[in-house]
Protein backbone atom coordinates (compact mmCIF):
# COMPACT_ATOMS: atom_id res chain seq x y z
CA UNK A 1 0.00 0.00 0.00
CA UNK A 2 2.41 2.29 1.12
CA UNK A 3 4.50 1.48 -2.00
CA UNK A 4 1.42 2.67 -4.62
CA UNK A 5 1.34 5.80 -2.66
CA UNK A 6 4.23 7.10 -3.34
CA UNK A 7 4.40 5.96 -6.92
CA UNK A 8 1.36 7.80 -7.64
CA UNK A 9 2.33 10.61 -5.95
CA UNK A 10 5.18 10.94 -8.00
CA UNK A 11 3.33 10.05 -11.00
CA UNK A 12 0.92 13.09 -9.90
CA UNK A 13 3.88 15.24 -9.24
CA UNK A 14 5.72 14.88 -12.63
CA UNK A 15 2.40 15.19 -14.31
CA UNK A 16 1.82 18.70 -12.20
CA UNK A 17 5.20 20.01 -13.45
CA UNK A 18 5.13 18.80 -17.28
CA UNK A 19 1.04 20.65 -17.43
CA UNK A 20 2.54 23.54 -15.65
CA UNK A 21 5.55 23.46 -18.08
CA UNK A 22 3.45 22.88 -21.09
CA UNK A 23 0.59 24.83 -20.11
CA UNK A 24 1.28 27.78 -23.00
CA UNK A 25 0.07 27.07 -26.16
CA UNK A 26 2.28 25.83 -29.28
CA UNK A 27 3.57 28.46 -31.14
CA UNK A 28 2.55 27.61 -33.91
CA UNK A 29 -1.32 28.57 -33.30
CA UNK A 30 -0.22 31.97 -32.55
CA UNK A 31 0.65 34.68 -34.77
CA UNK A 32 4.08 36.24 -35.02
CA UNK A 33 4.29 39.55 -33.79
CA UNK A 34 7.82 40.89 -34.60
CA UNK A 35 10.00 43.00 -32.29
CA UNK A 36 10.04 46.62 -32.70
CA UNK A 37 11.80 49.23 -30.48
CA UNK A 38 11.25 51.83 -28.91
CA UNK A 39 13.51 54.37 -31.31
CA UNK A 40 11.76 52.80 -34.50
CA UNK A 41 8.21 54.29 -33.53
CA UNK A 42 7.34 57.67 -34.85
CA UNK A 43 3.59 57.90 -34.83
CA UNK A 44 1.01 56.33 -33.34
CA UNK A 45 -3.08 56.47 -33.74
CA UNK A 46 -5.45 55.00 -31.51
CA UNK A 47 -9.02 55.20 -32.58
CA UNK A 48 -12.01 55.09 -31.18
CA UNK A 49 -15.66 54.40 -32.31
CA UNK A 50 -16.14 58.59 -31.38
CA UNK A 51 -12.55 59.47 -31.67
CA UNK A 52 -8.75 59.41 -33.03
CA UNK A 53 -6.00 60.56 -30.87
CA UNK A 54 -2.94 60.74 -33.31
CA UNK A 55 0.79 60.93 -31.57
CA UNK A 56 3.99 61.97 -33.87
CA UNK A 57 7.38 62.25 -32.45
CA UNK A 58 9.09 65.25 -33.56
CA UNK A 59 12.64 64.60 -32.47
CA UNK A 60 12.71 63.62 -29.18
CA UNK A 61 9.09 65.01 -28.11
CA UNK A 62 5.69 63.43 -28.65
CA UNK A 63 2.75 65.90 -29.60
CA UNK A 64 -0.74 65.18 -29.73
CA UNK A 65 -3.04 65.78 -33.20
CA UNK A 66 -5.00 67.72 -33.78
CA UNK A 67 -3.47 70.89 -31.90
CA UNK A 68 0.38 69.82 -31.95
CA UNK A 69 0.14 69.93 -28.03
CA UNK A 70 3.22 68.15 -26.38
CA UNK A 71 2.39 65.04 -24.86
CA UNK A 72 3.04 63.73 -20.93
CA UNK A 73 6.48 61.84 -21.51
CA UNK A 74 5.55 58.87 -18.86
CA UNK A 75 2.39 58.33 -20.64
CA UNK A 76 3.66 58.14 -24.04
CA UNK A 77 6.46 55.78 -22.50
CA UNK A 78 3.44 53.56 -20.97
CA UNK A 79 1.64 53.12 -24.38
CA UNK A 80 5.11 52.40 -26.46
CA UNK A 81 5.98 50.01 -23.72
CA UNK A 82 2.78 48.24 -23.98
CA UNK A 83 2.71 48.29 -27.78
CA UNK A 84 6.35 47.06 -27.83
CA UNK A 85 6.10 44.02 -25.53
CA UNK A 86 2.48 42.82 -27.07
CA UNK A 87 2.62 39.33 -26.04
CA UNK A 88 -0.14 36.90 -27.66
CA UNK A 89 -0.80 33.85 -25.24
CA UNK A 90 -3.71 32.24 -26.55
CA UNK A 91 -6.11 31.94 -29.90
CA UNK A 92 -9.72 32.22 -27.53
CA UNK A 93 -12.12 32.30 -30.76
CA UNK A 94 -12.53 31.86 -34.47
CA UNK A 95 -15.96 33.01 -35.03
CA UNK A 96 -16.86 36.79 -35.96
CA UNK A 97 -19.00 37.51 -32.69
CA UNK A 98 -17.00 40.71 -31.86
CA UNK A 99 -19.34 41.77 -29.21
CA UNK A 100 -18.99 39.67 -26.50
CA UNK A 101 -15.07 40.34 -26.44
CA UNK A 102 -15.62 43.89 -26.97
CA UNK A 103 -13.95 44.09 -30.29
CA UNK A 104 -17.33 45.31 -32.37
CA UNK A 105 -17.05 47.94 -34.21
CA UNK A 106 -18.77 50.42 -31.47
CA UNK A 107 -16.12 49.29 -29.00
CA UNK A 108 -12.63 48.38 -30.47
CA UNK A 109 -9.73 50.90 -29.92
CA UNK A 110 -7.45 50.17 -33.06
CA UNK A 111 -4.03 50.77 -32.19
CA UNK A 112 -1.58 51.69 -35.51
CA UNK A 113 2.11 52.06 -35.39
CA UNK A 114 4.07 54.19 -37.69
CA UNK A 115 7.95 54.08 -38.62
CA UNK A 116 7.82 57.27 -40.91
CA UNK A 117 4.71 56.42 -43.07
CA UNK A 118 5.46 52.49 -43.04
CA UNK A 119 2.73 50.71 -40.50
CA UNK A 120 4.78 48.76 -38.31
CA UNK A 121 1.91 47.29 -36.46
CA UNK A 122 -1.63 47.36 -35.96
CA UNK A 123 -3.62 45.83 -33.44
CA UNK A 124 -7.12 46.04 -32.53
CA UNK A 125 -8.15 46.11 -28.26
CA UNK A 126 -11.21 44.72 -27.02
CA UNK A 127 -12.19 43.83 -23.09
CA UNK A 128 -10.54 42.88 -20.27
CA UNK A 129 -10.67 39.14 -19.82
CA UNK A 130 -12.69 37.20 -17.15
CA UNK A 131 -9.16 36.14 -15.54
CA UNK A 132 -8.47 40.16 -15.46
CA UNK A 133 -5.10 39.06 -16.48
CA UNK A 134 -5.57 39.53 -20.16
CA UNK A 135 -6.63 41.50 -22.79
CA UNK A 136 -8.62 40.36 -25.85
CA UNK A 137 -7.25 41.53 -28.88
CA UNK A 138 -6.99 40.98 -32.89
CA UNK A 139 -3.89 41.57 -34.98
CA UNK A 140 -3.90 43.49 -38.07
CA UNK A 141 -6.41 42.36 -40.67
CA UNK A 142 -6.89 38.22 -38.68
CA UNK A 143 -10.12 38.16 -37.73
CA UNK A 144 -9.54 35.72 -34.92
CA UNK A 145 -9.48 36.54 -31.33
CA UNK A 146 -6.57 36.07 -28.85
CA UNK A 147 -5.57 36.43 -25.29
CA UNK A 148 -2.90 39.48 -25.03
CA UNK A 149 -1.30 38.88 -21.68
CA UNK A 150 -1.98 41.69 -19.11
CA UNK A 151 -4.63 44.30 -18.89
CA UNK A 152 -3.70 47.38 -20.85
CA UNK A 153 -7.58 48.49 -22.24
CA UNK A 154 -6.96 51.80 -20.32
CA UNK A 155 -3.79 52.77 -21.45
CA UNK A 156 -5.63 53.14 -25.00
CA UNK A 157 -8.77 54.63 -23.48
CA UNK A 158 -6.73 57.85 -22.79
CA UNK A 159 -8.06 61.12 -24.23
CA UNK A 160 -6.00 64.07 -25.58
CA UNK A 161 -6.49 66.16 -22.34
CA UNK A 162 -5.19 63.56 -20.31
CA UNK A 163 -2.31 62.82 -22.63
CA UNK A 164 -0.90 66.26 -22.34
CA UNK A 165 1.86 67.17 -20.75
CA UNK A 166 0.75 70.04 -18.30
CA UNK A 167 4.10 70.61 -16.48
Known sequence: MKKNYIFFTAVIFTLGLYL?????PADHNL?????????DITG?????????????KNSSLWRIFPGGYPADPQKVAGIIDTIKNLDIVMLISESDNYVI??????????????NGETLIR??????????RAHTFVRIGND????????TFR??????????????
Request: no cysteine; charged share 30%.
Open 20 to 24: THNSR
Open 101 to 114: FGLDDRNKITVRVY
Open 122 to 131: EFQVGNTGPS
Open 143 to 150: RRIYYADK
Open 31 to 39: PYIPPIKSE
Open 44 to 56: IVIKKADSNLMLR
Open 154 to 167: NIFEITAERLRDKG
